[in-house]
């Protein structure tokens, strides 16, 4: 059967017993195909003793055809998000976890099936003839080619298709090559709404016309119809901690064995909203949003080239000090993913305009959920905006 080609690279039909002993001949049919070794992309150690990360989204599947660096899928960590990329050339296997999965670092992601090197152009045809051979029969024969047919698009559209229910098969795509562009995706998604806005809504039908009714006496008023009021339920439901709220659990709570004081003083500003007014054209022109942040955390550093054991550590047995000589500054930030600290590095080599940057790509990123792991690695002093 064509199907047992997935095991096996020649197929041959060989002769009876019979027939050998009347013709010294022996008949058979055979032919090569791409299908390769099958080789399983272990999920490879992305640092910071990081042992497990929570799987966030696949932008492969089954059957789809990857190249070396091409995006497999995002992965999110419990300090940051990260993208894995593919070290193979071949079609996906198999994947071995769905969406909010926890996948162990070293243990099988996905199975890639090999390229063959000495792939040819008559290997490409012969796989064209078992794709139609192994189709269905009937009426599913059109859907198993819609199926199988490649979508070329990356990994930002399939997203978006993803988050509203889209197939990409069914879209048009009016790039290079056909290729799928978000602009399609957004075209297909507002032809979807009209056809739901349609249906919600037809066109009123004639209203044939009625004698008109005798007014009614005041002394019977009209009755109001009762409406039956539906209260939803609510359920309790349990959610697993992972990610982000792993760690920041982990960490508020080895935070309660540091000794802690508060410190409190009024300080007047004055001048520094009349610099601040003074930088805001600048930052404006070059597109930077300064807020007060950038001047506290620059004050921050300046103090610790003064004071630099506030910039220092104790190793566990609290026997030696580790003076730090970068000022990687953290700042809290709330995020959809929870309390997040990342830092600007380096800030004692850098301008107040050059920590309003940096600040705005951390909260940008914040936003997006895209901190990645250096962002949020390293840092040897925070602060905290609690706000006015």
């Known amino acids: 059967t064509w199907s047992s080609l997935a095991f096996s690279k020649r197929i041959v039909t060989k002769c009876s017993h019979s027939q050998l002993r009347r013709s010294n001949e022996r008949y058979f049919f055979s032919s090569t195909i791409h299908l390769g070794q099958v080789v399983s992309f272990?999920?490879?150690?992305?640092?910071?003793?990081?042992?497990?990360?929570?799987?966030?989204?696949?932008?492969?599947?089954?059957?789809?055809?990857?190249?070396?660096?091409?995006?497999?899928?995002?992965?999110?960590?419990?300090?940051?998000?990260?993208?894995?990329?593919?070290?193979f050339d071949g079609y996906i296997k198999k994947l071995y976890y769905e969406v909010d999965d926890t996948a162990k670092v070293g243990l099988p992601l996905v199975d890639i099936e090999l390229f063959e090197e000495d792939s040819s152009s008559s290997d490409e045809q012969v796989d064209q003839v078992q794709d139609q051979l192994a189709a269905p029969a009937g009426g599913a024969e059109s859907e198993f080619f819609k199926l199988a047919a490649k979508?070329?698009?990356?990994?930002?559209?399939?997203?978006?298709?993803?988050?509203?229910?889209?197939?990409l098969s069914e879209v048009i795509g009016t790039g290079k090559d056909g290729r799928i562009l978000k602009e399609d995706v957004y075209?297909?998604?507002?032809?979807?709404?009209?056809?739901?806005?349609?249906?919600?809504?037809?066109?009123?039908?004639?209203?044939?016309?009625?004698?008109?009714?005798?007014?009614?006496?005041?002394r019977e008023p009209p009755k109001m119809p009762v409406i039956d009021v539906m209260i939803p339920i609510g359920k309790d439901r349990t959610e697993p901690i992972k990610g982000y709220k792993k760690a920041m659990v982990k960490t508020?709570?080895?935070?309660?064995?540091?000794?802690?004081?508060?410190?409190?003083?009024?300080?007047?500003?004055?001048?520094?909203?009349?610099?601040?007014?003074?930088?805001?054209?600048?930052?404006?022109?070059?597109?930077?949003?300064?807020?007060?942040?950038?001047?506290?955390?620059?004050?921050?550093?300046?103090?610790?080239?003064?004071?630099?054991?506030?910039?220092?550590?104790?190793d566990e047995k609290c026997e030696n000090l580790f003076y730090k000589a970068s000022h990687n500054i953290?700042?809290?930030?709330?995020?959809?993913?929870?309390?997040?600290?990342?830092?600007?590095?380096?800030?004692?080599?850098?301008?107040?305009?050059?920590?309003?940057?940096?600040?705005?790509?951390?909260?940008?990123?914040?936003?997006?959920?895209?901190?990645?792991?250096?962002?949020?690695?390293?840092?040897?002093?925070?602060?905290?905006?609690?706000?006015?």
């Open 42 to 87: 272990n999920l490879s150690d992305i640092g910071e003793g990081i042992s497990e990360v929570t799987v966030k989204e696949w932008y492969i599947k089954v059957g789809d055809k990857v190249n070396q660096f091409d995006s497999i899928c995002e992965v999110q960590s419990d300090k940051a998000s990260v993208t894995i990329t593919s070290r």
């Open 151 to 167: 979508v070329l698009t990356t990994p930002a559209v399939r997203k978006i298709a993803a988050e509203n229910n889209v197939k």
């Open 187 to 218: 075209a297909y998604l507002e032809k979807r709404k009209l056809k739901e806005v349609e249906a919600l809504h037809p066109p009123p039908s004639p209203v044939p016309t009625q004698p008109s009714k005798p007014a009614i006496s005041p």
């Open 252 to 314: 508020m709570t080895k935070s309660l064995s540091i000794p802690c004081f508060s410190y409190c003083d009024e300080i007047d500003i004055t001048n520094l909203v009349q610099m601040r007014e003074k930088f805001k054209s600048i930052a404006e022109e070059k597109g930077i949003k300064i807020s007060f942040m950038p001047f506290f955390i620059k004050a921050a550093s300046l103090a610790l080239m003064e004071y630099p054991i506030l910039n220092a550590s104790v």
């Open 330 to 388: 953290g700042i809290a930030m709330d995020t959809p993913q929870g309390l997040l600290v990342p830092n600007i590095k380096n800030v004692q080599n850098l301008s107040v305009l050059q920590v309003a940057l940096e600040l705005n790509r951390l909260h940008d990123l914040g936003r997006k959920g895209s901190l990645n792991q250096n962002d949020l690695s390293g840092g040897t002093f925070s602060l905290s905006n609690i706000g006015a």
